[in-house]
């Protein structure tokens, strides 16, 4: 039986060998949010390699079971949460529903797509957590329809402290296949950084919006 460490480690791992996530800690990126970052995700990319989708897959479904029991139906959220969110859904043989991230500007102006009942409960899948806002939007969304949300899980979560207080606040309970620190130690025994490295990737994690100024 593996441990949670050796899950995320192997989560981890994968995502280093695509580039879903590539770390740069001495040539930084630029998000859009005008911060400086030594890493940048787009766990999207994982679709592309079966080996990869399948292990996510089959680690979710089984997070899914272990920490919240098999929901009525799972709900992605868009963009990077619905392909994956409805390869879960299937795996499980349940439903699958997706929140926008704002209404349709025409039409129903739904903001969920597919069918959910009132008092259901779901599941909702993210590909990555970094503030939480966007993620805890679509579920108020969820709420505001009547869904009852046992929780949240994701591939990749940065671990911000922001984050972490948005979810008690909100009541969410989110858990992650991996996250910053494992993907941090991952990257250190597979030699994609070096120790002196390590250090500018964790300072970055702690004050983000002043890291690189």
Not at 35 to 44: G, L, T
Not at 194 to 207: F, G, H, I, M
Request: overall charge negative; some cysteine.
């Amino acid at each position: 039986m593996k441990t949670k460490e050796e899950s995320g480690l192997k989560v981890a791992e994968f995502l280093l060998q695509i580039k879903a996530i590539e770390l740069s800690p001495d040539n930084p990126f630029s998000w859009a949010s005008g911060w400086k970052s030594p890493i940048y995700c787009d766990n999207r990319k994982t679709l592309s390699y079966p080996a990869v989708r399948t292990h996510i897959r089959q680690e979710f479904v089984e997070q899914i079971n272990d920490q919240f029991g098999k929901p009525d139906v799972i709900v992605g959220v868009a963009t990077g949460g619905i392909a994956i969110g409805a390869l879960v859904a299937q795996d499980m043989g349940i439903p699958f529903a997706y929140v926008r991230s704002s209404a349709k500007g025409h039409g129903l102006q739904n903001m969920i797509e597919g069918v959910i009942e009132n008092g259901q409960n779901v599941v909702v899948v993210e590909d990555l957590v970094s503030t939480g806002k966007s993620s805890l939007d679509a579920v108020r969304a969820l709420e505001a329809s009547g869904a009852k949300v046992k929780g949240m899980v994701a591939i990749f979560s940065y671990g911000f402290d922001v984050a972490k207080e948005n979810f008690t606040q909100a009541g969410v309970q989110l858990a992650t296949l991996t996250d910053y620190e494992t993907l941090v130690k991952q990257a250190l025994n597979s030699g994609f950084i070096s120790e002196k490295q390590v250090d500018l990737l964790r300072n970055w994690r702690e004050n983000p919006s002043e890291w690189g100024k």
